[in-house]
């Protein structure tokens, strides 16, 4: 087994091998993961929108669960943009990277007080809660492949 690195070291490693990423030519993602991310997220939204459509949830309610859900949305993006600028140099505020993580937990969280306080039937609370959850994931692979496709653009022009 080897030892434990400090963290100072783990921070090492990780800045050279940005830098390396940045310097090399980056790696355009596969057709197929593209393709997968999209329909994932087509799939996801456009079944939490159908769930909401036919729930017998006052107006109000159904403006509430899809708020939630552009929110949780727009914000998953914007971890992932801030992530990826502090590994690639860029410079994102601390402000900015620490609301982005914080409007992603509080979208969860409001879907989860919602779905909590819900007059549904469980199985209709957790058809809600994995489309969301799906939407998300499949929001940050699509914005992480835009941005590998854009990259990987600009390095081969």
Not at 81 to 108: C, H, M
Request: net charge neutral; charged share 15%.
């Amino acid at each position: 087994m080897e030892p434990l690195k400090s963290n100072e070291s783990n921070n090492n490693s990780e800045s050279k091998n940005a830098r390396f990423n940045n310097g090399g030519s980056p790696l355009k993602p596969s057709a197929a993961f593209v393709g997968a991310s999209w329909m994932t997220l087509i799939i996801g939204m456009t079944a939490y929108c159908i769930g909401l459509y036919n729930s017998a949830m006052a107006y109000n309610e159904k403006g509430y669960y899809f708020t939630i859900l552009l929110f949780g949305l727009f914000s998953v993006i914007s971890v992932q943009k801030s992530v990826r600028d502090r590994l690639e140099g860029i410079p994102v505020t601390d402000l900015y990277y620490s609301i982005s993580w914080f409007s992603t937990i509080a979208s969860i969280v409001l879907l989860i007080i919602g779905l909590w306080n819900a007059d549904l039937l469980l199985s209709e609370k957790g058809f809600f809660g994995m489309s969301f959850v799906l939407g998300l994931f499949s929001a940050l692979a699509v914005q992480k492949n835009t941005r590998d496709l854009k990259q990987f653009e600009s390095t081969t022009i």
